[in-house]
């Protein structure tokens, strides 16, 4: 993909605005194509994928469709702004994808259509973090299209050459990143804002805590999250973070360039990294907070494939969504490994991923397995989310207490589940 989960807002999420790129038509009048008899056509929208194949990909396997015509739109830019904003007109897309399926907003107004009786059987096959993340009270509302992981990335040659171990706590990481900066490099890259956009979820893992609890209350009013903050701030104040590089954390530049020397960048990027430097790099987890608190985690989401409830061929939408993402078994092992290093949403085809079962892409798929954490619940809602945010670039960069933003946070995420749940 091209974070935040971008794709990597999947993974983290966010990007610029841009105008939208069009392949295709921008309407879902339902009008029959051109020589297609009574064939009904679909608009199907992808955000931006960053790895090269992936647009003549999806173009491809939209063309092989037998029973509509559909036209792929790409589009640049703040996609999930722009699919977001779409909805709430008669000019969206039949078929889109979303960042770890639809908003809680988006399924609560009624926006996007039911996906449950498209899995059958196949339900069991999926990833389940995913299927519960794109479900709300036991409904489907996305299929999973790939998986996508955040991990850290580390020199060999590096830490071996500083006698740094790879980092098992946040301190280990704070004291490896202080060792290996120098006046040419910096110690870690977690992004041009200091983390903000990706280390929030990992921050609070690291101290065995989560966004909200298993029954949905906040999850992180909490001195261990306070102090799992504060190292972010130190890691700030420590002048070990690189800034201002020429890529965000979802390219894999700063670190082949040797801008850094451990970055925090997802599973797409190892094909690149490889290339680059052979054998000389490793994968982490993001570390746990210290020998006795909390767990080491990776970030995983994925891009679903939803259906707009105004498209005027919902039922057509439906059979396409299933042909592609549930039945087309071959072009999603494609999709998820032919253009970058993706999972595949399906168990049984993570097992076939032949490009995943050695080197470090093998040792991210065992970290994925044990530490991966859906990246947030589906009741964190986008203000919440910005909330959380906000706070984080507060007590990273400006030095603002924890304990005070967090409750903050606290405020706005419990008025959100009121609203959302009462």
Request: net charge neutral; with cysteine.
């Amino acid at each position: 993909m091209s974070a935040g989960i971008s794709r990597r807002q999947v993974l983290g999420f966010g990007a610029g605005l841009a105008a939208m790129a069009v392949a295709g038509c921008g309407s879902n009048s339902g009008r029959t194509s051109s020589g297609g008899g009574d064939k009904p056509t679909l608009q199907q929208w992808y955000h931006q994928y960053g790895e090269a194949g992936t647009q003549q990909a999806v173009e491809r396997y939209a063309k092989a469709y037998p029973d509509a015509t559909v036209a792929v739109q790409w589009s640049p830019g703040d996609y999930d702004k722009k699919a977001s904003t779409a909805l709430l007109t008669n000019q969206g897309p039949d078929v889109f994808e979303y960042a770890n399926g639809p908003t809680i907003d988006m399924i609560k107004a009624g926006q996007v259509v039911e996906l449950t009786d498209l899995m059958g059987d196949a339900k069991a096959d999926f990833n389940p973090a995913l299927i519960e993340r794109m479900s709300y009270q036991g409904k489907l509302y996305g299929i999973p299209q790939v998986v996508d992981m955040q991990l850290l990335v580390y020199r060999k040659s590096l830490l071996s050459a500083a006698g740094v171990q790879p980092p098992q706590t946040v301190d280990d990481l704070i004291a490896a990143a202080k060792k290996l900066t120098t006046g040419k490099m910096k110690g870690l890259f977690v992004g041009n804002d200091s983390g903000v956009g990706v280390i929030g979820g990992p921050a609070l893992w690291a101290a065995g805590l989560d966004y909200l609890t298993p029954d949905n209350q906040f999850g992180f009013d909490d001195p261990k999250a306070f102090e799992s903050l504060a190292k972010l701030r130190e890691l700030f104040a420590a002048k070990v973070l690189l800034l201002g590089a020429p890529t965000d954390w979802s390219d894999p530049a700063a670190f082949t360039q040797g801008l850094t020397a451990m970055q925090f960048t997802g599973l797409w990027t190892l094909p690149v990294i490889e290339k680059a430097l052979k054998d000389d790099f490793g994968v982490l987890p993001w570390p746990k907070l210290n020998a006795t608190t909390g767990k080491p985690s990776v970030p995983i989401g994925a891009y679903a494939a939803c259906v707009n409830a105004k498209s005027k061929n919902v039922d057509a939408a439906k059979k396409f969504v299933k042909w592609l993402w549930v039945d087309q078994t071959d072009d999603q092992l494609d999709f998820a490994q032919s253009y970058g290093f993706h999972l595949p949403a399906r168990q049984s085809l993570a097992a076939k991923a032949d490009r995943l079962k050695s080197g470090p892409a093998a040792d991210a798929v065992k970290l994925l397995t044990e530490n991966g954490h859906a990246q947030n619940p589906i009741l964190w809602s986008p203000k919440a989310s910005t909330a959380y945010s906000d706070a984080l670039g507060r007590i990273i960069r400006n030095g603002a207490d924890p304990a005070t933003e967090i409750k903050k946070v606290r405020q706005v995420t419990e008025a959100e589940l009121k609203r959302i749940t009462g």
